[in-house]
């Protein structure tokens, strides 16, 4: 028993090494990479990705990244307030736009609309499986459930600070939202076919 602390330590840095050493890309969009930065310039940044499977060099532009920190620990924030370029946050701001993104495409999950998605398409489906209009039921469904109000769950205990910003509930709903009609538009597309699929099945021959 004495061997599993040393053992868990041994796994722990197995598991740390190939991170470290890298630098880190955070994307406006709360995307984050990691690999390492080979250019970067006032229009473009190359780095080349921490992946097994994609080791070619990457190109993406500046406008695209907030900001890179480096393996040494130090941080370029690219970013910048530029209404010009329609940046109309400030750093700060923008700051906490991003973590409102990363905790809502991490912790958001709409279960109710994917269950209510496959009901609707199965309903719909099943009625009007013999019309046109039928292919137009996932659609109907996405715009009702993009429409309807988002709810912020503090899942990952952030401070109330954080959470009262308006830039960070804009850009939690903004992911939310866009992660919401994507299941809509799925499980209802999937309802709809099953729906069109028993219909057949059980009309009289």
Known sequence: MRFLPIISVFIYVLIALPAMGQDT????NGKVITGTVTNTDSLYITYKPNSKWFKKAKTVSSESIFDI??????IDTIYYLSPELEQFLSVDEMHLYILGEQD????YQPKLTAILGVAFGAG?????????YVAGVPL??????????????NVNMRPTSVLST???QEGFIRKARAKKAFIALGSSFIG???GIIIGNASAPQ
């Open 25 to 28: 890309l955070t994307f406006l």
């Open 69 to 74: 920190k480096h393996q040494d620990g130090s």
């Open 104 to 107: 809502a495409a991490a912790y």
């Open 124 to 132: 719909m489906g099943y009625l009007l499986r013999d019309g046109f």
């Open 140 to 153: 109907v469904y996405t715009i009702g459930a993009g429409i309807s109000k988002i709810k912020i769950k």
């Open 166 to 168: 308006i830039a960070y």
């Open 192 to 194: 709809t076919g099953l």
